[in-house]
Every structure is written in C-alpha cells, then in structure tokens.
C-alpha cells in the first residue's frame, strides 16, 4: 500500500466530540469499574498496540485521541502511520501512562483502529486484485450513521477512491427518480440545469438503451447497475468510443460485485467498480493492546 498519507491529517478539533461520545458510552457514570477497583489511582503502565494478522492501517489518531483524551499526559508513539502494510505481530505504537486511563481508553482506542484497518485492508486486497487493469475501487453510501467521513477515509487509506460523500456533493439518478421524468435525457437535463457545471451529474442505468440516452444526454458519469460481463464491455467500449461529446465520460459498475469477479469485471474496460462491502460487511483487523511494564 501506499506509504503516503492518503487524506490530509482528521484534525482532532473534528475527532475529538466523536471520541468522547465514544469513551462516554464505554464508561458511563461510573467509570472502569474494574480498574478502579483494582489498580490504585497513582500506577503508571507501559502497553504495545500489535497487530495481529497482516493487513493495512487505519484510524491511529483516533486511537491516539481516545488514550490522550483520558491522560493528556499520555506517551504515544506511533511507529507506523495510516495507509501502511503490517504483518502480523508488528507493532504500532507504545503507549505508556496512567494505568487506569489506558485501560479505560483500551476498547474504544481498538473499536475505531480495529474497524477502520478492516476497511483499509478490504479495500487494498481489492485494489491490488486490478491493479493491472487501471481500474478504480470505489466505494459508496453504504455506511454505518455517523461514521462515514472516518468510513471513506479507510477506504482511501487502503488504495480506494471515494464516490460522493453525501446527497450534497454530486447528483445520482437513480430509477425511484427517474419514475418522476418523462425520460433519462429530461432527468440529466434538469439536474445539470440545476446544478450548473462544477458539480458532478452521474446516473443509473440498467440496459444499453438506457446507457445510450445518458451518453446522448451529456451525462459526465454513468454507472452501470447489475450487468453481466459482457454486456459491461459493450457498455464501456460505448462510453469510450463516443465523439459526439467532447467530454469524457466515466463509467463504473455497480451491483453486488464480490471479491471472486472483480478481475473479469475489471477486464471489461470499465473505470471503476463499486464495492458497498468495504463500508458495511469488512471484516476488523485484529489488532490487541499488549501490556509490557
């Protein structure tokens, strides 16, 4: 993967409520109950945060802000940074200050690095699987509430490309408004009546006959809804063949995609294939808080 950062850095003015909701649904009223029950308020520790299987890094700030918001005092040094590959049993960081407040931040600290690697991971092992064809992993909307923008940011750390971010930033039409217009070239009309030429107009569409009149329309972005191969190839050869428009147009596929048919799909020229997966079905990275002293 990548050893540049792939986003710029989530400053903490933005992570910071996220993280404290966090740590305040893990604590409660209360308080780690435990620890504090056990180990006196003065005891200092030193942890390791060690994955446990190979895979890509995400979300190390959260994990940083999660033990630094309960001791801001705390010692954390990273020793990788997001978007890098790991193997397992490598080491993180270290982590060293008040033992109460490093087990309190313990599970929320993992929650988010846990996630969010498991989404940089998923989406590097796609990226690599067509990385011969110069073809983009896209993701979507499918996100869980709330957490979309540490989400996407995954997904960039693991090689992939964000879609819009939200209903606000790009227009996709979709049947349930196309069952408004009288017809694909009415609705792509419209939209970049509407939206004037700085935004993005992408739509759906299901056939060639559909593809044809978004091509005809000026759409800039097509994507191209639960294809079989061949016919996605007709699809791009057609998006990539058009003179009658001097702008490119961008096509990508889209429809429950797996892992076993991304390279086929890939080898139908088309520029990205949509994977909803990543966000809302990739598996946790294994990664554990190791005490040390």
Not at 88 to 116: D, F, I, K, P
Not at 172 to 178: F, M, Y
Not at 209 to 231: F, K, P, S, V, W
């Amino acid at each position: 993967m990548s050893s540049e950062n792939p986003l710029p850095p989530l400053t903490d003015y933005r992570l910071r409520p996220m993280v404290e909701q966090a740590l305040n649904e893990d604590l409660g009223m209360r308080g780690d109950i435990t620890s504090n029950a056990i180990i006196t308020s003065d005891k200092t520790a030193k942890f390791s945060l060690v994955s446990r299987e190979d895979g890509v890094i995400a979300g190390m700030d959260l994990a940083r802000l999660a033990f630094t918001i309960k001791d801001p005092l705390v010692n954390f040094q990273a020793e990788i940074h997001d978007g890098q590959t790991v193997s397992a049993g490598q080491t993180l960081a270290a982590v060293e200050g008040n033992a109460r407040a490093l087990l309190a931040a313990e599970r929320t600290a993992l929650n988010y690095l846990t996630h969010l690697s498991g989404i940089a991971t998923a989406t590097a092992r796609a990226v690599a699987e067509v990385a011969e064809y110069g073809t983009d992993i896209v993701c979507s909307r499918k996100t869980i509430p709330l957490l979309r923008v540490l989400q996407k940011y995954a997904v960039r750390a693991g090689g992939g490309k964000n879609h819009r971010m939200g209903l606000y930033d790009a227009v996709l039409i979709k049947d349930n408004h196309l069952a408004y217009c009288d017809s694909i070239a009415q609705a792509v009309r419209q939209a970049k009546k509407a939206v004037g030429p700085l935004i993005c107009v992408e739509i759906e569409v299901d056939t060639l006959a559909q593809l044809d009149e978004a091509i005809e329309a000026g759409a800039e972005r097509i994507l191209l809804d639960n294809m079989d191969d061949e016919t996605l190839k007709e699809a791009a050869n057609r998006c990539h063949t058009q003179t009658a428009h001097i702008h490119t147009i961008y096509c990508e596929a889209s429809g429950g995609i797996g892992f076993d048919r991304l390279k086929r799909v890939a080898q139908t020229g088309v520029d990205g294939i949509a994977l909803g997966y990543l966000t809302h079905s990739s598996r946790s990275l294994d990664i554990g808080l190791d005490f040390v002293a």
